[in-house]
C-alpha cells in the first residue's frame, strides 16, 4: 500500500513539474516575440507582430507612436478606461481634429466600432472619425460608416499603411489616412424630401399591435 502512495506522489510531482516547464516556455515565447510598448523599434513591426499582441492596449499605443512618428500635431492617447469610443486624437494636415478607434481584432470588426467613434465626435470636439482595424469589417459596418462619413481602414490599408511608414514614405501614409471615407448619401438626400419612405420596418410587430389594439 505504501508503495503505491509513494508511486502516485512520484506521478503528481512529474506531471506538476512538467506543466511548470510548459508555462514557463510558453511565457518566454510570449515576451520574445511580443514587443513590449517601450522596447522596439516603431520600423521593426509589421502586421506579424501586431497579430501576436495580447490585445488592444498595445495596437493603440503602436498607433499612438506611429502618429507622432507622421509628425502630426495635437497627437495623444486617450485614457483607457471612460474613454467614450476614442483611442488616439489627432490633428490632420487641414487643420482638422479626428477621433480614431484602433480594434486589434481576428474576426471582422462589427457594426459597434463606428457607432461608439461617431458618437464620441462631439466629446472630444473632432469633426473627423476613424477606425483602424487589423481585420476586415462587417458589411452592416460598412454601411454605417459610409452613411456617417466614418473613415475605415482594414487589414489591407494597415499592410500598406505599415509597408509605407518602413519606405520613409510619410505622404502615402498621410494620404491613405486621411482620404475621403466611403459614403452612401442617398439617405441624407432623402431628409430634405417631403415623402420619409420606412426604413427596417417591423412589420410583425405592427401587425401584432394592431392585433391586440382591435380587441
Known amino acids: 500500500m505504501f508503495g503505491y502512495i509513494v508511486f502516485a506522489i512520484i506521478i503528481i510531482v512529474c506531471v506538476g513539474t512538467l506543466i511548470g516547464y510548459i508555462i514557463r516556455n510558453k511565457t518566454a515565447y510570449k515576451s520574445a516575440s511580443q514587443p ?3 522596447n522596439y523599434a516603431l520600423k ?13 492596449t498595445g495596437f493603440e499605443m503602436y498607433l499612438y507612436r506611429l502618429f507622432l512618428e507622421l509628425g502630426y500635431k495635437g497627437v495623444y492617447k486617450t ?4 474613454d467614450f ?3 488616439v486624437v489627432f490633428t490632420d494636415r487641414d487643420g482638422i481634429r479626428n477621433v480614431v478607434q484602433a480594434k486589434r481584432y481576428s474576426a471582422p470588426v462589427g457594426i459597434s466600432a463606428v457607432q461608439e467613434v461617431f458618437s464620441c465626435m462631439r466629446y472630444y470636439k473632432a469633426k473627423k472619425a476613424i477606425v483602424i482595424a487589423s481585420a476586415k469589417f462587417t458589411e452592416p459596418c460598412e454601411t454605417l460608416a459610409g452613411i456617417n462619413h466614418v473613415k475605415l481602414l482594414d ?22 489616412i486621411e482620404a475621403e471615407p466611403r459614403t452612401i448619401l442617398e439617405s441624407w438626400r432623402e431628409t430634405n424630401s417631403l415623402v420619409l419612405h420606412e426604413i427596417k420596418k417591423d412589420y410583425k410587430a405592427e401587425k401584432f399591435v394592431k392585433k391586440v389594439m382591435s380587441k
Open 36 to 38: 513590449s510598448e517601450e
Open 155 to 176: 487589414r489591407d490599408d494597415l499592410i500598406s499603411i505599415i509597408e509605407a511608414f518602413k519606405r520613409d514614405d510619410i505622404q502615402a501614409v498621410k494620404d491613405r
Open 85 to 87: 469610443g476614442a483611442d
Open 79 to 82: 485614457v483607457g478606461a471612460r
Open 44 to 56: 521593426a513591426i509589421d502586421i506579424s507582430d501586431i497579430d501576436l499582441m495580447e490585445d488592444g
